[in-house]
């Protein structure tokens, strides 16, 4: 009943902020296309496809509604949205006409979570529907509490701190439960991620970061109302965030260790569990930071291959705004990574546990 209690009040603020205006709501459909023609349109300088489509609505209110959309292909594949009959497409309802706007993935997506969800209990068991239930928290945090906020001018900074802080709280109490693992993991995550935060702070402003890195950014410039983003906040936001799963698990490695020791152990002194502690840390440390990075080096392969092929200079490369962002972020992550190993070890060594009866 306490463990309810608890998690009633972590989530207080989630249920407080459960609803998004409805002004950044419209209609979306899902449709399938019957009956498709083209016609090849040739003018001056240009030729391209327009495609004619017969869709019938297959849910909400207009389900079996039959409506004609027209989609236009210029041979660009960045692009283009070739439909054909069959398709099952997502459409949008304005002004008394439907708008083709991609295809739908809701099969697809919803098959891949069940193969995740059926691996996750297959190999994880009750261990796995726990991480489950802490990852479905954190993305409502996120979506719920954070967006929200983030909506109504309130500090990226400071919103990505609280619900870093309140997913980690949540995650490894579900986990772990109340003890000293998780209170040592709780800490060190926080600590990694603040120390983190400041070094992207510093250097975002040292490098002059503008936080308009990516298309995404400068699409929020065209939300209704006029909301005033901090999209250098935004960033920093987007890279404490980014480094927190890395964290967590640096942090939970250690302190799981550490906890196994003094069970073997008890009577093992300060100074060699502070030693073991480090000794687990620098093995992860290695695996942790390769993968922090290279989910940052993954995202930017293809612009890594264009470099390469017009074979810009070094020096050129790492002045570029985006390509200055992943850098900090990357670098950032990876030191707050660094200062969680310390924290994590020094809180479950050093703190006064008997006192508090833990």
Known sequence: ????????????????????????????????????????????????????????????????????????????????????????????????????????????????GALFLFFLILIGGIKGLKALFALSITLSLILFLMVPMLLRGTSPILASILVCALSTVITFYIISGFNRKSISATVGTIGGLLIGGFVAYVFGVLTRLTGFSSNDATQLLYIPDAIKFDFRGLLFAGIIIGALGACMDVSISIASSLTELKKENPNMDIKNLIKAGFNVGHDVMGTMINTLVLAYAGGTLTTLIVFAGFQTKLYHIVNLDFVATEIVRAMAGSIGLLFAIPFTIFMFVLFPWKRVNL
């Open 1 to 112: 009943m306490k463990k309810f209690i608890l998690l009633l009040i972590l989530l207080f603020p989630v249920m407080l902020n459960a609803s998004v205006s409805e002004e950044y709501q419209y209609d979306l459909y899902r449709a399938k296309v019957i009956e498709m023609n083209e016609q090849v349109i040739t003018n001056k300088d240009e030729t391209r496809t327009v495609q004619e489509a017969k869709i019938k609505i297959m849910n909400r209110d207009k389900k079996g509604e039959e409506a004609i959309i027209t989609n236009s292909l210029t041979g660009n594949e960045l692009y283009d949205m070739n439909l054909k009959t069959g398709s099952i497409i997502t459409v949008h309802f304005e002004n008394d006409n439907f708008y083709f706007i991609g295809y739908d993935n809701l099969r697809p997506m919803l098959f891949l």
